[in-house]
């Protein structure tokens, strides 16, 4: 059970980071957080969006950097663990990637 | 008792993965002998009756997919129908009403009664003979699966031929499917037929999860089995995840039809979006638990018509597991025109472009199989190739929709309907048909008749492409969807004519596929084992395959052998757990991983208590669609009745002698373990639970922060005065919880836990009546308000749940009682104490919820 939650798990980051960006702009969207500013000329929005996508990003580069490095060739059971983790931080580097590339509302 | 018996009896180490596993082989005894023995014991009972007693897997995934494809015959024929009133422009064939039906039973039932059940069945009936299992994990669930099926369809298609079939399309949006504008019962056959139908998905998605993960053959390891079941695997995991949140948007619109509690009702404080939220949410996972089942018939068979291996097993485990989660990060993909910010639609794009990966991995490594091997052009291989064909083009197509200027030219016209009938024809029929050449030697016995197969793929494919290639084109000139007349558009004739021609030649196509399994089923020659020279294990039995599946169960050394070459070793007992010696039906319990053997499971026999109780489902449905509302009581009292005698039957005197299994191997029956089948399938029914919790949180989140018409009027019942029920709603849970461990802890001591079982079943009473008594004149009017029904649904959440804990209380108290919870035997205490503690969870949250949305004014 402990192999398939660990081989899991980079996506679940992935899919919990999401979710909460997504619940965030939403949110921001209709709170009104993008006229709220904040120092150095950040929006509230943009910085609430920013530090889900970071904090996702983090946890899941953690969770890549404490994976131990296995070679292809050690068999599934030992490398498909990272693969789900380097799953994880590719996938929330492209999907939230609009945080830094498109207006927010 | 040997050191592996030990083992055994005192629970296996779940991640010994790596370690060999040696098991003595039995002493071969007499095939025929062991043949009478299994049948005798697994055997369907004889005449009608015993259809109507049946558990068996292999009969019930034979029956599901037969209905599966009646009802694919018959969403056929109402394509048919539509097509002929599409070629020409101003088409008097239908009248609107007529059409709107016609093309929404087409839709609904090619996704709900077609594709899932057939998946389903598919599933049902291959998994335990791939995994080297007897049967499913839960044969009752699988049959009353079938039965809430069939008659969750039948309600529907009664309601076509009555005139009062859905009209909204098969995604019911709202406001078009609320009562205001759709008056009558045509959305509520939809709603009430299609939960119905669910009921079946939801099953079969717990017991297949469990049979995978627990009753591969010892020493299957998780890594090593066949990918057929890790694509099922993921299928199973996909469907606990995303029918929940469809069921909830069923159960809420049916509740603002039926009672006026207004969800998604603008004017009241709802929001149409949240149903396309909900509906989506499984809408486009759905597409993936349609294709990954498809995808893991390609799998299995490209590599032995090419004769060599697979290529990237691993890289294809790794695609279906990231198909597994991104496939719930599209969604909003099908709502780009709503008006939602760009940031979100970007995010949708994105992961809409994102998916496309795992899928092209798959499809490499398929390809990258048949480069690799020699591949042979029999008939299964034919429907492969036009899978590659037809599905590449759809893949294609969806990445076009996935950019959201084209998504926003296309939206809602023929080009959509082009590109999903691309996908899921491509991604799932054609597969289909390919599994249907391929097993139906196994199903039969008996050998195709030559020529034409061939002639009905070719029929088929031309007729398909002729059919939706050209639909692209028609929607690029701007057809919308769903239109039953096209006067100003004299355009669009040519085109439509021609789909419609294709459309009659396509369907003579799959009549004579069904004539070629007719004339196999009843005239072919009888068919030699193994023809394919397959390596899986569900070659290895004799055709068509026994009740009983395997004589004995494959041990470690089988599983790296030809099937042909474990067949007779097997029916001659020379596995593991051989013949039926104590006359009940026994399977091996396995470890999670590494698939170590843990314990004996002991199955119930036929029974006509699955059909009673969709019966008995099926009577609350027609009441519902009846409008008889306070009559809807009996029904659900019997279905609390009925429950209670299915779990009566699941318990037996507990064997405590350990059971031999192979020389030097014994292991202890199912009634010794904390960790039983029943327990993981309440983990996996938890899991579905929690997803609509989840996504009812997340409809209480959505309501109160976009939707207008917020805040709501001002509180008025709800005050100081409600908070004592409040309060004794959110708690009582908890205390309950702390019964059941007093319970458990009573149990291992020996003493009677009469007390404890007791105390916790007036825990959950309380909250039940605390709930009765806010309900009662402490909660304002959930028609006036979505805040107020939302508040409404939450309570009822938190009562439906205390009402099971306290029955699982109820049986607890009633088995201790007689006697039935020993200190080796925990009786239904470990299933209690998991459903005690999710509601120990989820009333508090549900109460800080309810509270919470009682201070947004």
Not at chain 2, 190 to 198: I, M, S
Not at chain 2, 665 to 692: F, K
Request: aromatic letters at 10%; glycine letters at 10%; proline letters at 6%.
């Amino acid at each position: 059970m402990m192999w398939l939650a660990r081989a899991l798990l980079g996506l679940g980051i992935w899919a919990t980071g999401f979710s909460l960006v997504y619940a965030l702009h939403g949110t921001g969207c209709a709170r009104g957080w993008p006229e709220v500013a904040l120092a150095g000329g950040v929006d509230q929005h943009a910085a609430a969006l920013w530090a889900g996508w970071l904090a996702t990003l983090a946890a899941g580069l953690i969770l890549l950097l404490r994976m131990p490095r296995v070679s292809a060739e050690a068999g599934l059971r030992h490398w498909l663990p990272r693969a789900g983790a380097l799953m994880g931080v590719g996938a929330t580097l492209f999907t939230l990637l609009p945080v830094a590339l498109a207006t927010s509302c | 008792m040997t050191d592996s018996t030990a083992q055994g009896l005192t629970g296996t180490r779940e991640d010994a993965q790596d370690e060999p596993l040696t098991i003595a082989a039995n002493p071969p005894q007499r095939a025929l002998g062991l043949h009478r023995e299994l049948t005798k014991a697994w055997a369907n009972d004889s005449g009608w009756w015993g259809q109507v007693t049946a558990v068996n897997h292999t009969t019930l995934g034979l029956r599901f997919m037969g209905t599966a494809l009646v009802f694919f015959l018959i969403g056929g024929v109402l394509s048919m129908l539509i097509r002929a009133q599409l070629a020409t422009h101003d088409g008097a064939f239908l009248d609107t009403e007529l059409y709107n039906q016609i093309f929404t039973m087409h839709g609904s039932i090619m996704m709900f009664l077609f594709a899932i059940p057939m998946l389903e069945g598919l599933s049902i009936y291959l998994l335990p003979k791939l995994l080297g299992t007897r049967d499913m994990a839960f044969p009752r669930l699988t049959a009353l699966g079938y039965w809430c099926y069939l008659f969750g369809g039948l309600i529907m298609l009664t309601a076509l031929l009555f005139g009062v079939a859905p009209r909204d399309g098969w995604f019911m949006y709202t406001p078009l499917s609320s009562a205001a504008h759709s008056p009558g019962i045509n959305a509520d056959v939809w709603l009430l037929g299609v939960t119905f139908v669910e009921i079946s998905a939801l099953a079969a998605a717990v017991e297949i999860t469990v049979t995978i993960l627990r009753q591969r053959a010892p020493g299957m390891k998780l890594t090593e089995m066949p990918l057929f079941a890790w694509y099922i695997l993921g299928t199973s995991v996909m469907m606990l995840v995303g029918f929940p949140p469809l069921i909830l948007a069923s159960v809420l619109l049916e509740i603002e039809r039926a009672f006026g509690w207004p969800f998604f009702d603008v004017a009241r404080g709802g929001d149409p979006l949240l149903w396309q939220h909900l509906f989506w949410l499984f809408g486009h996972p759905e597409v993936y638990i349609i294709f990954l089942p498809a995808a893991g018939v390609l799998s299995t068979l490209i590599p032995v018509l090419c004769r060599t291996q697979i290529v990237g097993y691993g890289a294809i485990v790794a695609s279906i597991l990231a198909l597994v989660f991104l496939s719930f990060g599209l969604w909003v993909h099908h709502m780009f025109t709503v008006g939602i910010p760009h940031m979100a639609l970007a995010f949708f794009s994105a992961a809409s472009l994102a998916v496309a990966v795992p899928t092209v991995v798959q499809v490499f490594a398929w390809i990258g199989t048949m480069w690799q091997g020699r591949p042979e052009l029999k008939l299964p291989m034919y429907y492969i190739l036009g899978f590659f064909l037809t599905f590449v083009m759809g893949g294609l197509t969806g990445v076009m929709l996935a950019v959201v200027p084209f998504n926003w030219q296309a939206h809602d016209t023929a080009f959509v309907t082009a590109h999903l009938h691309y996908v899921l024809i491509g991604g799932f029929v054609f597969p289909m048909l390919a599994a249907a050449a391929w097993w139906m030697p196994q199903i039969t016995g008996r050998e195709r008749v030559r020529g034409l197969g061939e002639a009905a793929f070719w029929v088929i494919l031309i007729g398909f492409h002729g059919t939706f290639f050209i639909m692209h084109l028609t929607g690029l000139l701007g057809m919308p969807r769903r239109i039953d007349v096209y006067t100003e558009n004299p355009e669009w004739v040519w085109l439509n004519l021609t789909s419609s021609i294709f459309g009659f030649v396509m369907t003579i196509g799959f009549g004579l596929f069904v004539l070629d399994m007719a004339l196999q089923a009843f005239m072919g020659q009888k068919q030699r084992r193994d023809p394919w020279r397959a390596p899986t294990l569900d070659w290895a039995m004799p055709l068509p395959a026994p009740a009983y599946t395997f004589a004995s169960i494959p041990a470690p050394r089988h599983l790296d052998k030809e099937a042909r070459d474990v067949t007779l070793p097997l029916a001659r007992g020379e596995g593991l757990l051989p013949g039926a010696p104590r006359r009940r039906r026994e399977f091996l319990v396995t470890s999670l991983a590494g698939a170590r053997p843990d314990h004996v499971a002991i199955l119930p026999g036929n029974t006509a208590l699955p059909l009673a109780v969709s019966a008995t489902i099926g009577a609350f449905v027609l009441l519902m669609l009846a409008g008889l509302y306070p009559l809807t009581l009996l029904p659900l009292a019997g279905v609390a009745a009925l429950v209670w005698l299915w779990g009566r039957g699941m318990v037996r005197p507990v064997d405590e002698a350990p059971i031999p299994v192979a020389p030097g191997w014994q292991l202890p029956e199912q009634g010794l373990r904390r960790r039983t089948l029943g327990w993981s399938g309440s983990v996996c029914l938890l899991v579905a639970n929690g997803t609509l919790f989840a996504s009812l949180v997340f409809g209480v989140g959505f309501l109160a922060v976009v939707a207008p018409g917020w805040p709501g009027p001002e509180v008025q019942a709800a005050g100081r005065a409600a908070l004592p029920g409040v309060v004794l709603a959110a708690l009582m849970p908890l205390s309950g919880a702390l019964a059941v461990r007093w319970a458990e802890a009573g149990q291992r001591r020996g003493s009677a836990g009469l007390v404890a079982a007791g105390l916790g079943l007036l825990a959950n009473a309380v909250a039940l009546g605390a709930l009765a008594w806010l309900a009662a004149g402490h909660m304002d009017d959930p028609t006036q308000h979505a805040r107020d029904a939302l508040r409404g649904v939450l309570a009822g959440y938190v009562a439906l749940h205390a009402f099971i804990a306290a029955g699982l209380g109820g049986f607890a108290l009633d088995q201790t009682r007689r006697g039935e919870i020993t200190p080796a035997h925990g009786g239904v205490l470990p299933t209690w104490r998991l459903w005690q503690d999710y509601a120990a969870v989820t009333a508090p949250i549900a109460a800080v919820l309810a509270v919470g949305l009682g201070m947004s004014t």
